[in-house]
Structures are given as C-alpha cells and as structure tokens.
C-alpha cells in the first residue's frame, strides 16, 4: 500500500464511508502521530473482537500509533488472540501460518526491497510467544542469525490463549493453567538473552503502562530494521481470562509486573543509537 493507493478517485470520493474518507483526511498516514495525539486523529485499529479489557489490545493500538510510516507497512501475524485486533487495522496484513511469520516476513521483506528500491517498505512481525519460541522457533532464529531487516513482536501473554490457556515457552516456571494442571516444569524461555547472542540492533523489552514509551519503541524498532537488520520487541500482554484477572485491575497486574520482574528495557548498537539520535534530533526540530 501507499498514500497514492489510499487516495480515492475524487468523482468516488462523496460516494465513499465516512470512515473511509476520515482515515484517508484525518488517518496517521504520511505524517508521524503521536500517543498524545489520540483523540484527535483517526487510528488505523477501532474495532475489534478481543476480550473486553485484554491488555494486548492496548499494547496493539499503541504498536500501530508507533509505526513510523504505516501506508509503506505490512503486518505478519499468524493463529493467536493478537491477529484478530491486527487484521482489523488499515495496515495490509499476511497471515502466515502458526509458526511460520519469519519465514514469511523474510522474503517477503526480500521481495519488497527488490519491487520497491526506491520506497522502503517496513515489515514487523506481531504474534503470541506460543507462534514465536514454540513452534516458531526456528524461523524465529533463523530470520535473526539472518539479521532480516525487519522486526518482530512478541506479544507475550505467557500462555496460549487463543486456544484455551496451555502453557508455553514463555509461562512462568511452576505456573498452573487451565490446560497445564501439573504446573510448568521448566524455567521461562529467555528470548531477550537470545535475541543478544544473536546481536540485534535493537531489543526492548516492554509493558504497555507507559503509553508514550511503547509507541517510542515500536518506531525506535521499526526504524532500526530498516537500516541494520533484525529488531525485537518483547511486550507484556497479560491474558486476564487465563489469568483470571478481574478487567478493572489489567493495569494494576502491569504495574506490578513491570516492577517484579518485567522492567523496561532497552539494549542498542552503537550504530543503531547513533542513527537514531540523528533522527530524533530531526524529529525534535520540526516540531519546533
Ligand atoms: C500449525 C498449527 N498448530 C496449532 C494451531 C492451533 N493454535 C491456534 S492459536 C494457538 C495458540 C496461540 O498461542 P500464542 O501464540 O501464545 O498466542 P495467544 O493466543 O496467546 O495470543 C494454537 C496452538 C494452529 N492454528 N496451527
Ligand atoms: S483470551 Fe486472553 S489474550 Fe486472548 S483476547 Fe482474551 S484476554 Fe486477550
């Protein structure tokens, strides 16, 4: 997709849904929106199935608000809670089949680059820890020992919710679910570390109780993948139907998530750091 595709043929245009005509005049395309902006502009992402409270669906709608030029982005997702908020967006999404997102996000950033040489076209990866460490794993490592230029988004609930609440790589040692009686033997799978020895340009690691912070890091992602290589961002997306969390304390449960054991952080290449220092400054200038 880009603008000039968006863009309706003016004798269409008054015969076009409102929704339409607002996205195209008041949508994020083409001009960077910010999460203080909310309210004031229309997003990509307004309806959706998901659970009423589900933290990740707020961590999705600030994933797309931080994507630095959504009409020149493709989302890749695949089976999982997240894609039935992704591909209600006005982002073209690719569904891949669970387990093979990096695999398709490989060629199909290959493919774009050779289509398109003169437009950079950003692809970013968003599915569960299940389709990513589980059964994704080897496209997963394979795309970052590639250094693949673009990013991937774990959108960690720390369990399989779509299907009901199994366990998966990434549930926490001992953790009893609906579908994991015995409790979960193994340690959580340390994907941040793997994402170093794979050295990324970019890994963050991330929950959505800081709104700004999390639209920060999808661009900052974005932006690196498209110059380097490989990018990854780990978000907590707690489930509060496995988790039994009562919907009005989800932001309480990523508070203290954050505090106990899922702190902010942020791990960049020098080089990466330095190219993003250059375009924040530019960035900074012409808000002024
Ligand atoms: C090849 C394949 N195996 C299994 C499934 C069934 N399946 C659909 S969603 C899902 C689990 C999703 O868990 P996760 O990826 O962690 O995402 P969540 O739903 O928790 O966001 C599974 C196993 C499938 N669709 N395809
Ligand atoms: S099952 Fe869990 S992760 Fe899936 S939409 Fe519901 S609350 Fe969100």
Redesign the pocket.
Known sequence: MSLETLRPSPALKEFLPIEYKDLVEHGPYGKNKKVSDMGQFKEVLEEHPMCAGCA?TLFIRLMFIGLPCPEHTVMVG?????RLAISQASVPFIYG???DTNAVASGLKRGLELRFPNQPKDVVVA??????V??GFQGLMHSWFRHEKFTTIM???E?????GG?E?G?TNQGKVLKMAPRGKKDEKMDVIGLAKVAKLDYIARVVPTNPARVARTVRRAVLVAREFGSTYVQAY?S?NI?YSIPTPDVMKDAFEVENERYGFEEIISDRAKAYLQEIEKKDKKAKK
């Open positions: 990740m695949t089976a999982g809670c997240g089949n669970y387990g599915c569960g820890d299940g389709g990513l589980d059964i959108l960690d609930n369990v399989y919710g779509n299907t199994q998966s990434m997306t489930c496995e």
